[in-house]
């Protein structure tokens, strides 16, 4: 979750280990942006990591399935209701990872 996200996601396309060695999705990012955009969720592409737990499950995760794997931040549930839950679920159901 990221508590500055207001009614969209936001896509991490990579990353960063402490040392600065970065890990990159092979998966096609711009596919899912495309897929929650056509669900009517705003979505963002980061290339940027954060130096929190997330980036560290994010590393790890990528090690572990060579780079295939997404980590999407979602708003907090104080910017996220109902309908904007529902667009995210069917955005998600409408994505193919192979």
Not at 28 to 48: H, P
Request: charged share 25%; glycine share 8%.
């Amino acid at each position: 979750m990221d508590k500055g996200l207001k009614g969209a996601v936001r896509i991490e396309k990579a990353a960063e280990s402490e040392n600065g060695m970065r890990l990159l999705s092979v998966l096609d990012l711009e596919g899912i942006a495309k897929r929650f955009a056509t669900a009517g969720v705003a979505s963002c592409l980061s290339d940027r990591p954060t130096h929190y737990l997330c980036n560290e499950a994010y590393w790890h995760a990528l090690q572990k399935f060579g780079g295939k794997a997404v980590l999407i931040h979602i708003p907090t549930i104080k910017y996220a209701d109902a309908a904007f839950i529902g667009r995210v679920k069917r955005a998600l159901d409408q994505i193919s990872i192979r």
